[in-house]
């Protein structure tokens, strides 16, 4: 992991570019923007970058021996201390290179875990980062004894320092096990929470998004949350979760998830599933968009990616695009996946009223219209109204209280059943 204890860490950024006609393709200069941003946000400086193109990553290496000679030198006439690599090393690649430049060598997941583990805050966020941490090293032994196993024994295979490998092995294995047993407990704690929410019937919103696309900001603005804003990648990696009153007086949930990143390691997307749920879970998702970003179209895509790995697919979107202030005018950004868009400024507040006003739109869309006569002898179903749906007004008559309410259409037909109504 980048230490933050010795001096700032000079690295070049390394990257294979995969185009069979040779030429780099523009995606992988774009990832190694970011990575920079990676490497910024981790705490340490990037002096040069060097991409090669091939047909195929190198199974020994990550890149060619030219390549390597090349990075020595060119580490040499910048006095950079390591390299970091645009995807993620196998433990023989990880060792190769080490041995070939005599000087640290890291990846991207190695990156973003030192991230995540300077950034969790929550003892499920710590719990979720040790994991994924653990299992990246975890695989990263077995490569390393596998590799001594090869040698068929002589010095420095035997005694000790193999003995020392299996306690290595073992003491990671065990943790982990203590690790997941302690995030059940608290995944129990969440879907308790979760289950609570859903009997309360408040609508619960997600946003999520990219990294650093401003949903922290968004949040903070609609909410007053509180939450770190920073122009880094990951600056809040903890979902948070809070109260909103729309402008027609209906509650709702606004929750927060970690943000997405192209090549996101898997480790990373095991462990922090209880905390992406939460869009799972969700009766809206708020699909944030940095519509002044360059890449944003790449960007969307994997967003939609990862949440169809976690089977969240059938939920309403309204695309939220951001950063309207520092936005290209002229070019009209678009999520054609989403049901609605909005474009707004999160930093300095515009279109956040018709933000409000679309997320009215799509809950009521979810709900049935009712307008009902409930007789005094009944009258405490009125409550149940105001509780589960949306009450517009009550008017007491002769008969019975005049109820016009949006209701979930679930309860609507448990509401039907009770007063012994039928659907209409």
């Known amino acids: 992991m980048i230490d933050h204890t010795q001096t700032q860490e000079r690295v070049i950024l390394v990257a294979v570019s995969l185009d069979e006609s040779g030429h780099e393709d523009s995606t992988t200069e774009e990832s190694l923007q970011e990575l920079a941003e990676l490497v910024r946000t981790a705490g340490a400086e990037t002096v040069g970058q060097i991409i090669q193109n091939r047909e195929r990553i190198h199974p020994g290496t990550y890149v060619g021996t030219g390549k390597i000679e090349e990075i020595k030198e060119l580490a040499?006439?910048?006095?950079?201390?390591?390299?970091v690599c645009d995807d993620e090393l196998s433990p023989a690649q990880l060792r190769n290179l080490e041995n070939a430049l005599q000087m640290k060598v890291m990846d991207r997941t190695m990156v973003i875990l030192d991230?995540?583990?300077?950034?969790?805050?929550?003892?499920?966020?710590?719990?979720?980062?040790?994991?994924?941490?653990?299992?990246?090293?975890?695989?990263?032994?077995?490569?390393?004894?596998?590799?001594?196993?090869?040698?068929?024994?002589?010095?420095?295979?035997?005694?000790?320092?193999?003995?020392?490998?299996?306690?290595?092995r073992r003491r990671i294995h065990e943790r982990i096990s203590k690790?997941?047993?302690?995030?059940?407990?608290?995944?129990?704690?969440?879907?308790?929470?979760?289950?609570?929410?859903?009997e309360t019937h408040i609508p619960v919103v997600?946003?999520?998004?990219?990294?650093?696309?401003?949903?922290?900001?968004?949040?903070?603005?609609?909410?007053?949350?509180g939450v770190l804003e920073e122009d880094k990648l990951f600056a809040t990696?903890?979902?948070?979760?809070?109260?909103?009153k729309l402008p027609d007086g209906q509650e709702i949930l606004l929750t927060d998830t970690v943000g997405f990143i192209r090549k996101l390691p898997h480790h990373l997307i095991e462990a922090f599933k209880s905390t992406l749920e939460e869009a799972k879970y969700a009766d809206v998702i708020l699909h944030v968009i940095d519509a002044a970003n360059p890449n944003c179209y790449i960007q969307m895509h994997t967003v939609y990616a990862t949440l169809a790995d976690l089977k969240v697919g059938d939920k309403p979107v309204i695309?939220?695009?951001?950063?309207?202030?520092?936005?290209?005018?002229?070019?009209q950004v678009k999520d054609l996946k989403a049901d609605r868009s909005v474009k707004i400024s999160a930093k300095n507040g515009d279109g956040l009223d018709t933000l409000l006003e679309v997320i009215e739109d799509v809950l009521r869309e979810q709900k049935v219209y009712m307008e009902e006569v409930f007789p005094y002898t009944q009258a405490?179903?009125?409550?149940?109204?105001?509780?589960?749906?949306?009450?517009?007004?009550?008017?007491?008559?002769?008969?019975?209280?005049?109820?016009?309410a949006y209701l979930p259409k679930e309860d609507y037909l448990r509401l039907m059943g009770k007063l012994g109504w039928t659907h209409h």
């Open 76 to 83: 040499e006439e910048l006095e950079a201390n390591g390299i």
């Open 115 to 168: 991230i995540f583990a300077t950034r969790a805050s929550t003892r499920e966020g710590k719990i979720q980062v040790e994991l994924a941490q653990l299992r990246y090293r975890a695989t990263r032994l077995v490569g390393m004894r596998s590799s001594m196993s090869r040698l068929g024994g002589g010095i420095g295979t035997r005694g000790p320092g193999e003995t020392q490998l299996e306690v290595d």
């Open 179 to 198: 690790l997941k047993k302690d995030l059940e407990s608290v995944v129990a704690q969440r879907e308790t929470a979760r289950k609570q929410r859903m």
């Open 206 to 225: 997600a946003l999520v998004g990219y990294t650093n696309t401003g949903k922290s900001t968004l949040l903070n603005q609609l909410t007053g949350a």
């Open 237 to 244: 990696l903890d979902p948070t979760t809070r109260n909103l």
């Open 319 to 331: 695309a939220v695009l951001n950063k309207q202030d520092i936005a290209n005018p002229e070019e």
């Open 380 to 404: 405490g179903l009125v409550q149940t109204v105001r509780k589960a749906g949306q009450l517009l007004s009550e008017e007491y008559q002769e008969d019975g209280i005049l109820v016009k």
